[in-house]
T-cell receptor, first 114, second 113 residues
Framework: DTGVSQNPRHKITKRGQNVTFRCDPI?????LYWYRQTLGQGPEFLTY????????KSRLLSDRFSAERPKGSFSTLEIQRTEQGDSAMYLC????????????FGQGTRLTVV | DQQVKQNSPSLSVQEGRISILNCDYT??????FLWYKKYPAEGPTFLIS?????DKNEDGRFTVFLNKSAKHLSLHIVPSQPGDSAVYFC????????????FGKGTTLSVSS
């Protein structure tokens, strides 16, 4: 399967714990995006990488959130000291470097903070 | 402030008829527009896109129309099929390569047989 892969698919954690999600983009895609989606909303942009460089961060990305993309391949999104409000679907997407191209999404990681 | 708006949360259509999903945007810097389809517990799947230099793009049963002066786009599905039942998201991107897609809240389409 050559699509965008996200792990884990589901994560239940206790409030205050740290969690880390992984995204493996399509291999030739140099752009990688993280989004968050809550019930009744569309995906909300969190952050974006071009290769290993994190080029843009949304104001939604609080200090408790950190994302990395070492070597410009897979990416991780870590949430420290999770809060109930962090419960959401976390989506990763990737695209190639041309201007008018679509982004391909993974199946997401569903986070539930209890 | 929502830059991409889908004002109809839901739409019900009979099989074989046309489905029309609407989307409005406020940012005049948007120049590339996309529609995604999403089933429960899955990520969004790309459906069709249109650049601002065009006013129509067609792909099989799916056609997207863009009215730049009205800052409005629509997705037409003809004929609608029960398998089209899903949430449809409109998304827009600014005119710099790599900028993030901004999504609307989605419209849930139900196609009955």
């Amino acid at each position: 399967d050559t699509g965008v892969s996200q792990n884990p698919r589901h994560k239940i954690t206790k409030r205050g714990q740290n969690v880390t999600f992984r995204c493996d983009p399509i291999s030739e895609h140099n752009r990688l995006y993280w989004y968050r989606q809550t019930l009744g909303q569309g995906p909300e942009f969190l952050t974006y990488f071009q290769n290993e460089a994190q080029l843009e961060k949304s104001r939604l990305l609080s200090d408790r959130f950190s994302a990395e993309r070492p070597k410009g391949s897979f990416s991780t999104l870590e949430i420290q000291r999770t809060e109930q409000g962090d419960s959401a679907m976390y989506l990763c997407a990737s695209s190639i470097g041309s201007k008018n191209t679509e982004a391909f999404f993974g199946q997401g990681t569903r986070l539930t903070v209890v | 402030d929502q830059q991409v708006k889908q004002n109809s949360p839901s739409l019900s259509v009979q099989e074989g008829r046309i489905s029309i999903l609407n989307c409005d945007y406020t940012n005049s810097m948007f120049d590339y527009f996309l529609w995604y389809k999403k089933y429960p517990a899955e990520g969004p799947t790309f459906l069709i896109s249109i650049s601002s230099i065009k006013d129509k793009n067609e792909d099989g049963r799916f056609t997207v129309f863009l009215n730049k002066s009205a800052k409005h786009l629509s997705l037409h599905i003809v004929p609608s099929q029960p398998g089209d039942s899903a949430v449809y998201f409109c998304a827009a991107r600014g005119n710099q390569a790599g900028t993030a897609l901004i999504f609307g809240k989605g419209t849930t389409l139900s196609v009955s047989s």
